[in-house]
């Protein structure tokens, strides 16, 4: 085929094409709005040695895991919903609704919560679980000897950052640009079902003629197009 017949053929069944895309573009909406929407907040901890010293700094920085860790153990996640009345246990919490950063050369603490349906709720719970985890903290120091303590403190106290599910924007363009691909293939599959005539250029190659003229079809009005009209060859 040549790039005429693509263009033929894009002519004739644009219809398809802009159809399949509104309808997945309609679906993808659709889909959207049926989705449990998702919030996230978030809130920043500070992390610090009791004193600058360059061991007891690498010390903090590598501790800083094993802190999240401490602070997202079932067990104290299951005591922070106790506490907020959430009636959510902690696998639910770490199915992608929990979660926490350490940022050992920033010596910051991120906690970030996507929790459904409520905003407010999402922000008390990072709060809730950064504060359990300063107490988780300070009682370690409490049974630490010396001077040598690692501290953590609230450096911003959970914001809600936006609805991060559904993206309906995303959705409904990606659902346009696939409803394009599959009305491209949609109207290809039809064309190539088709097998009737309906150009000079079809005739000449069915019969490997070269058409001179046509008659038009009687009370046929002028500008009536060529697929309607009976080709003569030779």
Do not use: C
């Not at 996640?77 to 770490?94: F, G, I, N, T, Y």
């Amino acid at each position: 085929m040549q790039l005429i017949d693509y263009v033929n053929i894009l002519r004739r069944r644009w219809w398809a094409i802009l159809l399949v895309a509104f309808a997945a573009t309609v679906a993808a909406f659709l889909f959207s709005k049926a989705q449990t929407p998702v919030y996230r907040a978030e809130a920043y901890y500070s992390v610090s040695p009791s004193r600058l010293d360059a061991s007891l700094t690498q010390v903090m920085q590598s501790s800083m895991n094993n802190m999240r860790d401490s602070a997202l153990a079932k067990s104290q996640l299951e005591k922070v919903s106790a506490q907020l009345h959430l009636d959510r246990s902690a696998d639910w919490l770490l199915d992608d609704v929990v979660s926490m950063q350490a940022l050992p050369n920033e010596w910051k603490m991120v906690v970030r919560v996507d929790y459904p349906e409520e905003s407010d709720t999402a922000a008390r719970l990072a709060d809730a679980i950064g504060e359990n985890m300063v107490a988780l903290q300070t009682a370690k120091n409490a049974q630490t000897d010396g001077t040598d303590k690692i501290y953590i403190s609230v450096q911003d106290h959970a914001r809600y950052i936006g609805m991060v599910k559904p993206n309906t924007r995303v959705n409904v363009a990606a659902g346009f640009v696939l409803g394009l691909i599959l009305g491209l293939l949609l109207a290809f599959l039809i064309e190539a079902m088709d097998n009737t005539l309906k150009t000079a250029q079809d005739v000449e190659r069915f019969v490997g003629l070269t058409t001179l003229g046509a008659i038009p079809h009687q009370g046929e009005r002028r500008g009536t197009s060529l697929a309607r009209r009976l080709k003569l060859s030779r």
